[in-house]
Every structure is written in structure tokens, then in C-alpha cells.
């Protein structure tokens, strides 16, 4: 069987950019009045996915820091119920990575318990089952057991609180992130990354097919527009709040001078 490596074409945050371009893409365009006012192109639909992307473009960004004895992979799916965000293999060992985007919120982690902003969510337990079975494809198609770490990445917290780290997953907020990486134990040797490197670039240990690099890099494209797009209406909505606040300081002004001069007047 060919072995395809159109899986190391692919870009952080792949799988959630293509749901959010194809529905994108169906949409009507912004009217004028709604792109004059700075109407968000993202709909409802999008706004979560759009968070997520973002934070896994982040962490790409930052794991292209890491030397070249570590190997990246993006976007890495293992079953219909999930995939591995960033597959990270080094001389630290394996390493599947999955982001939490929720600025300006607070995380906390109780043991098996997690919370957004004091809202549980029910995370960890999936995190660590998407975990577990890549190590079992990986540790199939070596032919040699291998383990896969679960880190947890949490985008700029105001606030993470860990009191009770959850049994066999990391949790670290994104500025430790490389820090955690580069302190591990040496478990692999340079030949040991380039083989497992090699196996989990393999389409057959998934057992998916994977889009070409040409749909990674138009994909690519189309969310930097996007992003753009995004970008500039929320300036033109600070903009309009700018001098919305501009007319009511006016406004404000005015009132006072005339009360004051009424009460002078008196």
C-alpha cells in the first residue's frame, strides 16, 4: 500500500477551519449598512469554531519554537467523536495537545472536574479516550507500545486553577506550554521520533483518508480573509463606539453649561 503524507500538510486548527469556511461560504454577503456599522460576518454557528480555530493557530505558532528533534502534526483525527489537535513527538515522548480558547476566563480544575468560567464542562474524560486510542493505532502500526501523553493547553487565563491535577493528563496554560515540552524526561532517542514521526504520518493508522496539502493551503487563504473581515469590523465597531461616547461627553457638556449658566442666571 502507497503511503500518503498529506496528513503533515496539514495546518493548525484544519478540521474547525473547514466547518467554518463551508458555512462561510453559504452565507449571503454583509449588506452595506450591516458592513458600515460593523456587523460581525460570523454567525452564530461560527463564533465557537472561529474561538477554537484561533487557539489552535496560536499553539501551532507556538510549537514552531520547538527545535528540530521535535515533530508536529496538526489536526489529527482519530475517530468519528474527536481528534488530537496538535501530535507533538520529541525526545520527551508523544504528546497529543488539545486547546482551550476562552480568554478572559478563569479555569479551574478539580481533579476529574473542570470548570470555564464557572461553567463545568465535561472535557477531560474525552480528552483522555481520544488519547488512549491514539496510542493504541500508534502502538498497532510500530508494532511496539508506545504512550501518548494528553495535554491540555489553556489559551491566556485570566486565572487557571488546578488544585487536583486529573489522574494522567497535563493541564498548563499556553505561556508553560513550551516549558513543560523542552522539561520532560528524555524517553526517545532521535531514530525513535523519525520512526513514530513516519508511523503517524501514515494514513492507514488512522484509518482515514486525508485531504490533499492543496485544500490545507486554500483552506489557509480563505480563513486569513475571514480573519480580516473579522478584524475590521470589530475596529469599525470600536470606532462607532468611540464616537458614540465622543457625542455623549458633547452632550453631557452642553447640558451642564446650560444648567450652570441657568442657575447663574437666577
Known sequence: MAVSTSLRGRVPGQAVIDDIVVVQQDLPARSRLARIF???PLVSSTRGLYRAALGELAVGQML????????ILHAVPINAQGQIDHLVIGPGGVFALFTENYPGQEIRIEGESMAIGGRAVDNLQAIRRLSDSAAERLSYAAERKIVVEPVVVVIDPTRLIVRDEPVGVHVVSSKHLL?????????????EVAYISDVADRDET??????SPERALQLSRDFAVLRQHVRDAAQIRVAWGIIGFVILCGIAWGTTVVIVEHLLGQ
Open 38 to 40: 460593523g456587523a460581525s
Open 64 to 71: 514552531n519554537q520547538l527545535g528540530p528533534q521535535w515533530d
Open 179 to 191: 516549558r513543560l515540552l523542552n522539561r520532560a524526561e528524555r524517553s526517545l532517542a532521535g531514530s
Open 206 to 211: 488512522w484509518e482515514s483518508t486525508f485531504p
